[in-house]
Nanobody
Framework: QVQLVESGGGLVQAGGSLRLSCAAS????????MGWFRQAPGKEREFIATIPAWSAGTTTYGDSVKGRFTISRDNAKNTVDLQMNRLKPEDTAVYYCAAALFLPGATNFKSYNYWGQGIQVTVSS
């Protein structure tokens, strides 16, 4: 019954921006930390960003996207977004949103309970 559905991906030129959104259903969204990961062909799944369930918590970003990407959530709408700016060709990957009931702020994909299907982001040079 739990579903995480990503949207907003596509093709963009280097230096451009995209905004990904993840809509969650079938879970008590406000109790889950949310994260974004990505995986490119031949590479390991990479941590991008996480945001805790509580408003007082802090967001965390992977080194490769710090200063360029911003994660946000709206618990009233059960959505988590990823604003991606100054995109680079190496950002090309399938992007996944994920939900973690425990270990909020975790950067390891094994800590997450539920995953979306993923959405393609392609950055051309």
């Amino acid at each position: 019954q739990v579903q995480l559905v990503e949207s907003g991906g596509g093709l963009v030129q280097a230096g451009g921006s995209l905004r990904l959104s993840c809509a969650a259903s079938g879970l008590t969204f406000s109790r889950y930390a949310m994260g974004w990961f990505r995986q490119a062909p031949g590479k390991e799944r990479e941590f991008i960003a996480t945001i805790p369930a509580w408003s007082a918590g802090t967001t965390t970003y992977g080194d490769s996207v710090k200063g360029r990407f911003t994660i946000s959530r709206d618990n009233a709408k059960n959505t988590v977004d990823l604003q991606m700016n100054r995109l680079k060709p190496e950002d090309t990957a399938v992007y996944y949103c994920a939900a973690a009931l425990f270990l909020p702020g975790a950067t390891n994909f094994k800590s997450y309970n539920y995953w979306g299907q993923g959405i393609q982001v392609t950055v051309s040079s």
